[in-house]
């Protein structure tokens, strides 16, 4: 059964850089399929983040511009998410998830618990 | 980018009553890459639908999906009490991958 784990800091300083990680197991991430990461501010909608495949092709989201990077460890079997000078309007619950293709067809099929990221001071 | 607008907002049903979801897209893209996830209070979303018309794995029956152009809907046939919660649609073939503004099925 594949779950995915996130991690990091819950209070992130502003302009500071928000770095979490995403912990696999149940699949080894160097088997393929892209790595994402999505976010939901507080009684909002979700977004996504950005997602990596094998670190060398990775997409995000044009409205976050240049701040986001999203990185695999094969060794580790996990995945990192860094976002660089924080706002509050970054505060959100991030989820990190798979995105698989099945004959031909793409989803979001597996998804992390989440985890708690607010920036103040 | 490509903008789905789910409605309606809210759908006040009771138990055992149908619920139908509505999703339109901005742009016409291939129904391949069209999901339905549903996002219970305090949990993550979860894959109901993809492709969309195919249910995920352990998704009952009563959860059916369509497509018509851009016009994409998912059907729950008759509600039970844990199908009150939010669903989004998606598209994740073309970043920036968009999702809907959500539906909240309330009883």
């Known amino acids: 059964q594949v779950q995915l784990q996130e991690s990091g800091p819950g209070l992130v300083q502003p302009s500071e850089t928000l770095s979490l990680t995403c912990a696999v197991s149940g699949f080894s991430i160097s088997n393929g399929y892209y790595w994402a990461w999505i976010r939901q501010p507080p009684g909002k909608g979700l977004e996504w983040i950005g997602s990596?495949?094998?670190?060398?092709?990775?997409y995000s989201n044009p409205s976050l511009k240049s701040r986001v990077a999203i990185s695999l460890d094969t060794s580790k079997n996990q995945f990192s998410l860094s976002l660089t000078s924080v706002t509050a309007a970054d505060t959100a619950m991030y989820y990190c998830a798979r995105r698989i293709v099945m004959a031909g067809n793409w989803a979001f099929d597996i998804w992390g618990q989440g985890t708690k990221v607010t920036v103040s001071s | 980018e490509i903008v789905l607008t789910q409605s309606p907002g809210t759908l006040s049903l009771s138990p055992g009553e149908r619920a139908s979801l509505s999703c339109r897209a901005s742009q016409a893209f291939s129904s391949s890459y069209l999901a339905w996830y549903q996002q219970r209070p305090g949990q993550a979303p979860r894959l109901l639908i993809y492709?969309?018309?195919s249910r995920a794995t352990g998704i009952p029956d009563r959860f059916s999906g369509s497509a018509s152009g851009t016009d994409f809907t998912l059907t729950i046939s008759r509600l039970e009490p844990e199908d009150f919660a939010v669903y989004y649609c998606q598209q994740c073939g073309f970043s920036p991958f968009t999702f809907g503004q959500g539906t909240r099925v309330e009883i």
């Open positions: 492709a969309a018309s």
């Open positions: 990596s495949y094998h670190s060398e092709t990775t």
